[in-house]
């Protein structure tokens, strides 16, 4: 191994010796610099030679519309009544396809259901929990406890994709976290389904939307596998809220920001805390450091044959030789 890097070491020091290396490092570093220059001409012309089609998506997609909620910013706090209308429209709407993997049913203790109103929501949820039977060890279902984590509307993927013309419904519990937009993205998803634009079918005549498809302009490629789930009037909430399209997307919006973050009130609170102890930290600091720096700043600057402090050490000391 150590001929190994004998031989080149051997090789570079005769350069050197030579005076040769600059001139081989400047031959090396305009060789790159030149392979470079030609592939970035090689690149520019292919991109003039053949430009980039124009896609649909490129012209007609939109950005998320502007959803305000009661949870946005550092102070903000989950509005307990809109949530709870949330997940009565995930649970009488949404569950029939997508699952909350993350959720258990005792976390909606912390929107405000008792321990009675959880026990019966988890007993009557509309899907039951995969177990097994202790007497033929076969594989069975059972209804849910608080303890158990909300059970997928599907056994398996297969399943899933079966009934969703092989499409793969995604789980809800990070929803507001996994899309760029959170709350906004999904909110603008279940109010922005609509015909498909005279204006894109004659730009782009081969972009019309495939059967089992539906059109969105706020999805990437504007064809969404889902059907519109929301249309407005799905839910009756009890509290007399309006079930408008625009009601029933916020409030299930709301709900899967808790989902996503359940803690987020406690992290608000906690980050405030700390803001208020950094600030307090900070001006005791700066008093403690212009208390310990006070006599220092007082010094005043003398010519050699004057004296060369005036702090109160130095007049302590003064004040002793005189008495």
Not at 125 to 150: C, I
């Amino acid at each position: 191994m150590g001929s190994l890097f004998a031989l080149p070491g051997a090789i570079l020091g005769f350069f050197v010796r030579l005076g040769w290396l600059r001139t081989i490092a400047l031959f090396v570093g305009g060789g790159f610099a030149f392979a470079a220059t030609i592939s970035l001409y090689s690149g520019i012309k292919a991109y003039y030679a053949s430009p980039p089609v124009a896609l649909a998506s490129d012209e007609f997609h939109r950005e998320h519309k502007e959803l305000k909620l009661a949870s946005d910013g550092p102070f903000g706090k989950f509005d307990k009544a809109q949530v709870q209308r949330g997940f009565q429209v995930y649970s009488e709407v949404c569950s029939a396809c997508h699952s909350l993997n993350f959720v258990a049913f005792r976390d909606l203790k912390q929107l405000g259901y008792n321990d009675a109103e959880i026990k019966k929501i988890a007993s009557d949820w509309k899907n039951q929990v995969p177990s097994v039977n202790p007497d033929t060890g076969e594989a069975a279902t059972r209804k849910a406890l608080p303890s158990d984590h909300f059970p997928s509307p599907f056994l398996n993927e297969t399943q899933a994709r079966a009934a969703n013309n092989n499409a793969l419904p995604p789980d809800l519990s990070l929803m507001s976290k996994a899309r760029e937009g959170g709350a906004a993205y999904i909110y603008s998803i279940l109010t922005g389904y609509q015909n498909q634009p005279a204006e894109l079918l004659h730009k782009f005549p081969d972009a019309k939307t495939p059967p089992n498809l539906h059109y969105n302009p706020y999805f990437a490629n504007l064809n969404l596998a889902m059907p519109q789930p929301l249309r407005g009037g799905d839910v009756t909430f009890a509290d007399g809220t309006p079930n408008t399209l625009q009601n029933e997307a916020r409030d299930v919006s709301a709900f899967l920001v808790w989902t996503a973050e359940p803690n987020l009130e406690r992290r608000h609170a906690a980050g405030l805390s700390v803001a208020i102890f950094l600030l307090i930290a900070t001006i005791l600091a700066y008093l403690a450091k212009d208390n310990i720096w006070a006599d220092t700043k007082r010094v005043k600057v003398t010519s050699p044959r004057e004296p060369k402090a005036n702090t109160r050490r130095a007049k302590g000391n003064h004040a002793g030789i005189a008495g």
